[in-house]
Structure formats: C-alpha cells, structure tokens
C-alpha cells in the first residue's frame, strides 16, 4: 500500500514549514549527488553512529561539529532516490494536516523532537553500531503518530498492486498506518536476535521510536481544536 493522498481535511494554515522541510531534504539530496565517491565519507560524518554519541568519540571522518550535532544532521541525509522519495511522499501527505493543527513553530519542534527520540532509541537497541543511520524516517514517523492521534478516521488514498493491475481505493488511517506500525514493530522485534546492527539496512527501532513519540508529543504539542476542523 502506498499513500498518495488522504480525505478533505479543512485547513486553515498554508503548510509553509512542511514544504520548507521537503525543500531542504531534497537540497541537501542534489548537494549528495554533487559529491559523487565522496558521498560514502560525507554520510559516514553526517550520519548518527550509535557508537560515536554513546561514548562522545568522533570516529574519523569527523563530524561538522560535536559529534552530538549529527543527531540533527542526519535526519536530513537519505540513502538513494527511493528513500528519499518514500518519506517525502509521507511528509507531504500527512505533514500538512498536523502543521495545521499545531501552527509553524510547534510543527517544526515536532518534527525534531520525534527525530530526535527515533535516533535515540536506535541507538539504544543498537549501542555498539559504527553503521551511519540516516533518513527524515525518524521524524515522519512522528508525524503518522501524531497524524493518527488526530485524525484517526480519515481515508486515506492509497496506491494497491493487485497482481499486474495498479488501482486506487480510499483506505482508513487506522488501517494504513497500523499496518506500517505493526511491520516496524515485528521487524524490530525480529532484529533483536541478529548480529547485524540494523534490520535489512533500515533503522526500524527509529521508526518506532518516532512513532510512539508521535503520539505522545501529540498530545503536549496539540491546542484546542478549532471548530470545523474536521474529517469531510
């Protein structure tokens, strides 16, 4: 399933620091382009390395800045055209309305806290890791939180593959994202017994650190619902 669009929602705010943050991701993916071999050695000094912040050492190349800096930094860096687009496609989709609700300023402070907690607690379940984990994952799974604590009965449009046809039907929010939820959560679960740092390349303790924090700074970062804010 993938989701190219949710349900009428009235909005009241032009979502300019969603489309700010989809604008410095893809910058920051042309400037990636630009450095053709080099990339490797850039993402490895701007990625968040478990091993680097628990124990306060940069590991060559350094970082720019306190190697604590890359917990910011990273969320800004993706791995390919495929990861980058994925969670573009999920922060334009469902950034929008939770930048509604919460207003500009405590949108962006969302979006960075939920990162920040999705990096933490990658680096929990993975503490000895020098593997660079990187991608805006962390901090859109933030935003599917909040976006179901607000918005549980919203449909969303989602893409279906139903053998060679491709077809678009209208699915609940619920549904959506506690299928992704649930993924994450199994492949976290599944990870706990590999030996590799990271399940299948993806960071998927982020993704549920970053959702759960979703919920939770939901609830702190949301103010009284105006009225007719609503599902159409």
């Not at 980058?84 to 922060?91: A, C, I, P």
């Not at 992704?180 to 303790?205: D, I, K, P």
């Not at 970062?221 to 599902?231: E, K, L």
Request: overall charge neutral; glycine content about 10%.
């Amino acid at each position: 399933m993938i989701p190219i669009g949710d349900s009428p929602v009235r909005q009241h705010r032009t979502p300019w620091m969603m489309l700010l943050l989809l604008a410095a991701n893809v910058a920051v993916f042309a400037y990636e382009l630009s450095l053709g071999r080099a990339v490797d050695s850039w993402t490895q000094s701007v990625g968040t390395i478990p091993f680097e912040i628990l124990r306060g050492q940069d590991l060559p190349p350094p970082a720019p800045g306190p190697v604590y800096v890359t917990l910011v930094t990273s969320m800004f860096v993706h791995g390919g055209f495929l990861h980058l687009g994925s969670n573009m496609l999920y922060l334009w989709v469902f950034g929008d309305n939770v930048e509604d609700v919460f207003g500009h300023a405590r949108f962006l402070a969302f979006y960075l806290v939920s990162g920040l907690i999705a990096s933490l607690t990658h680096i929990y379940f993975n503490p000895d890791s020098t593997i660079p984990s990187v991608g805006a994952s962390g901090a859109i799974a933030g935003i599917l939180g909040g976006y179901l604590l607000m918005f549980p009965n919203a449909r969303i449009r989602t893409l279906l593959l139903l053998g060679p046809f491709l077809t678009v039907t209208r699915v609940s929010a619920l549904f959506v994202i506690g299928i992704w939820f649930l993924s994450q959560l199994l492949s976290g679960l599944a990870s706990l017994e590999a030996v590799t740092a990271q399940s299948s390349g993806v960071a998927v303790w982020a993704h549920v650190g970053g959702f759960i924090a979703g919920v939770v700074l939901g609830f702190a970062f949301r103010p009284h619902r105006p009225a007719g804010h609503r599902i159409a």
